[in-house]
């Protein structure tokens, strides 16, 4: 049986992030989504740490629940169609900043536990090192492989996995701070990385272009700041219902335990072509290497996008697809998909009252993006949502490409 996982998020403790980004929305959403397990997010914060330990209780290997006292106000906020059990697990994100071979490094890295006591033991060792308390993705001054080093010292059973490998500013592949192979970074410790994030500006098509990447599983998350972006991203198990099992299908590959993933369509990333934002310039990546890498109206440095990073370093034409890769999907989120239709913001009333009512009638976000029937939305006066979501599941969309900071979109309805 298939489900879904996000397994990368924030909390109110982090930059930029929304306040209802608390353990009681968390369920909520999750619910609202389809998600059966997600990622706790900051756990290396000492305030959501305590957080944890207070509202959730261990429940399957390596998971948690929402105690019940906790539940109960917040399951009257869930339409019935949308109940479902959810599990929590243990997940930070942490940001490298470093100096290595004569050049600033930043990033980001996903770390997991499988329980409280060997979170904390993770804890204690890394606020030996950084200031863990500053903030709910804390910044530390190490190497990236030495991160991987006190993960495993803490437990053989934690797992980390690079972020959003192709982002530009902070990540292990990106242009402007990142390296140009995985060894590069992690060394002797690569063997124990299995895995990778993909980010919302690449999806697994552009990331089958380097044939190096092809030993390693490639996963998804929304990387969520407020409860509304969660699953813009997600991962599809078919495993037994376990960290452990979960971790293990990755490390394996294991086809009969990961299904693949949901993507944005990539052009939707704020970060998928060039370009500089302040002028107003979306460059692809032979536009900007005509101009030298230098906005044509301002001369400053762009900021190089995935797309053109990727062609750098691939060694292998786009449409490229290696033997043992698992599929994916791509999604656009259903609120967007809903202001197209209405021609107004995603967050109007208008908006959230449709939303509601689908969730109501049909069942989770993800069940109407991925599996709705057409003719179930056509009888309830759905039509144009029907089509809207008929030409996104193959593939027939407009787009508009993000850059430099700047989400694309991605038009559905006049496509």
Known sequence: MEFIADLHIHTYLSRATSKKMDIENLYKWAQLKGI???????????????????????????????????????????????????????????????????????????????????????????????????????????????????????????????AH?????????????????????FEDLTPHIF????????????????????????????????PAKLAREANRFTCGFSYFDMMTALKN????????TLEFFPQEGKYYLDGHRGCGQRMPPEQTLAHDGRCPVCGKKLTVGVLHRVNALADRKLGFAPENRFGFESIIPLAEILAGIYGCGVNTKKVTTAYMELLETFGSELYLLRKCPAADLETEGFETLAACLGRMRCGQVRVTEGYDGEFGTIDVVNS
Not at 170 to 185: K, N, R
Not at 198 to 226: E, I, K, Y
């Open 165 to 185: 490998i192709w982002t530009p500013h902070f990540s292990v592949l990106g242009a402007s701070s990142g390296f140009d192979s995985i060894e590069e970074c």
């Open 195 to 226: 895995a990778l994030e993909t980010g919302l500006s690449s999806d697994p098509p552009m990331n089958w272009m380097l044939s190096d990447l092809d030993r390693f599983v490639l996963v998804s998350n929304s990387d969520a700041h407020s």
């Open 36 to 162: 059966s397990v997600i990622g706790t997010g900051d756990f290396t914060h000492p305030l959501w740490f305590s957080e944890i330990k207070k509202k959730l209780a261990p429940a399957e290997p390596g998971l948690f629940r929402l105690r019940k006292k906790y539940c109960r106000e917040i399951d009257k906020e869930v339409p019935q169609s949308c109940k479902n059990p959810v599990r929590f697990m243990l997940s930070v994100e942490i940001s490298n900043i470093y100096k290595k071979n004569d050049k600033v490094r930043k990033v980001h890295n996903l770390v997991y536990s499988p329980d409280l006591a060997v979170a904390a033991r993770f804890n204690k060792a890394l606020g030996r090192i950084g200031n863990i308390k500053s903030d709910g993705r804390p910044i530390i001054g190490m190497q990236a492989r030495d991160l991987l080093q006190v993960a495993l010292d803490a437990s053989e059973d934690n797992v980390l996995i690079p």
């Open 253 to 260: 590959k294991d086809p009969k335990g990961f299904a693949g």
